[in-house]
T-cell receptor
Framework: DAKTTQPTSMDCAEGRAANLPCNHS???????VYWYRQIHSQGPQYIIH???NNETNEMASLIITEDRKSSTLILPHATLRDTAVYYC???????????FGQGTTLQVKP | DGGITQSPKYLFRKEGQNVTLSCEQN?????MYWYRQDPGQGLRLIYY???????QKGDIAEGYSVSREKKESFPLTVTSAQKNPTAFYLC???????????????FGPGTRLTVT
């Protein structure tokens, strides 16, 4: 499975959009990009995933570059409850295995 | 309500004792997973099972054992051979992902194990 690179930490003002970048330059053709988040001392929560096209759901939007070497998770109106560690993961649909890095700690501030 | 349950939330054991962590799901998922998380770190895969009566080692299986006798249950035993068992243990489940479908994993609340 390909590895990902994320900034260690980011701040965002409450009510503003949070844009979390992820580099996955060695991603292969059958690997999906997944985003999960983990609020302190809880289990991770699935947010969104995509293969090639941009995706949107009730929680977030996922923008994947045309060459698929990077992506951005967008939380359109961040709230204090969005403060968490956000993990970007690439995984093959053949195995289902997820390899978690250290993620980005997002701090939403009032 | 559908979901994954792990019990207990906190568990304390003496060094040298085996301990079994419970994981149950009622999501009708075929695949189940066990992860370990140390402070300030990401999750690491211990074992996973894609079907009943079958399981595979993950990246850090040494000192752990699992069974998958029922679809809804995937207990993890932390044996005395695990050199540093104190950690946060997380169980997850997902659909099997056949036919090109993807594997969103749904996680339980975790069990925090302390061995002294």
């Amino acid at each position: 499975d390909a590895k990902t690179t994320q900034p260690t930490s980011m701040d965002c003002a409450e009510g503003r959009a949070a844009n979390l970048p992820c580099n996955h330059s060695t991603i292969s053709g059958n690997e999906y990009v997944y985003w999960y988040r983990q609020i302190h001392s809880q289990g991770p929560q699935y947010i969104i995933h995509g293969l090639k096209n941009n995706e949107t759901n009730e929680m977030a939007s996922l923008i994947i570059t045309e060459d698929r070497k990077s992506s951005t998770l967008i939380l359109p109106h961040a709230t204090l409850r969005d403060t968490a560690v956000y993990y970007c993961i690439v995984s093959s649909s053949n195995t289902g295995k997820l390899i978690f890095g250290q993620g980005t700690t997002l701090q939403v501030k009032p | 309500d559908g979901g994954i349950t792990q019990s207990p939330k906190y568990l304390f054991r003496k060094e040298g004792q085996n301990v079994t962590l419970s994981c149950e799901q009622n999501l009708n998922h075929d695949a189940m997973y066990w992860y370990r998380q140390d402070p300030g770190q990401g999750l690491r895969l211990i074992y996973y099972s894609q079907i009943v009566n079958d399981f595979q080692k993950g990246d850090i299986a040494e000192g752990y054992s699992v069974s998958r006798e029922k679809k809804e249950s995937f207990p993890l035993t932390v044996t005395s051979a695990q050199k540093n068992p104190t950690a946060f243990y997380l169980c997850a489940s997902s659909s099997a992902g056949t036919g090109g479908k993807t594997y969103e994993q749904y996680f339980g609340p975790g069990t925090r194990l302390t061995v002294t």
